[in-house]
């Protein structure tokens, strides 16, 4: 069963709010993926993150953007990294390595994320 929901936050660049679209989908209780896109930008980050109590989380981001491809990959401890519960730091993990991402495009872009986000993702 996969569950989708748009994760509301902003995304300023050069000071101006740009149309962007988050979306967390849960696919079963192992697995959560996060997708960021700037239409306007033409940039998307894909985060998938696997993981169990037992288990490291594996993440997975790939990035698309006008000539720059990259896929990276990752091992976290669970205990830094949860999967099955706070997995407001799954969504902190994919938004940092969007900030990243972005700052490596030489766009300097602040991320805002309100409780409304938070309450979103804990759901």
Do not use: C, F
């Amino acid at each position: 069963m996969v569950a989708e929901h748009e994760i509301p936050l902003q995304i300023q660049i050069k000071g101006k709010t740009v149309p962007s679209q988050t979306l967390a989908a849960e696919v079963g209780a192992y697995v959560l993926a996060l997708s960021t896109v700037l239409p306007d930008q033409a940039i998307d980050l894909h985060s998938t993150y696997t993981g169990h109590p037992e288990a490291n989380t594996l993440a997975s981001h790939l990035l698309l953007a006008r000539d720059a491809y990259q896929a990276i990959a990752a091992t976290h401890d669970h205990d830094d990294l949860p999967l099955t519960h706070q997995r407001r730091r799954l969504l902190y993990d994919h938004l940092q390595r969007l900030q990243e991402l972005l700052a490596q495009l030489d766009i300097d872009a602040r991320l805002q994320v309100d409780d409304h986000a938070i309450e979103t993702i804990e759901q």
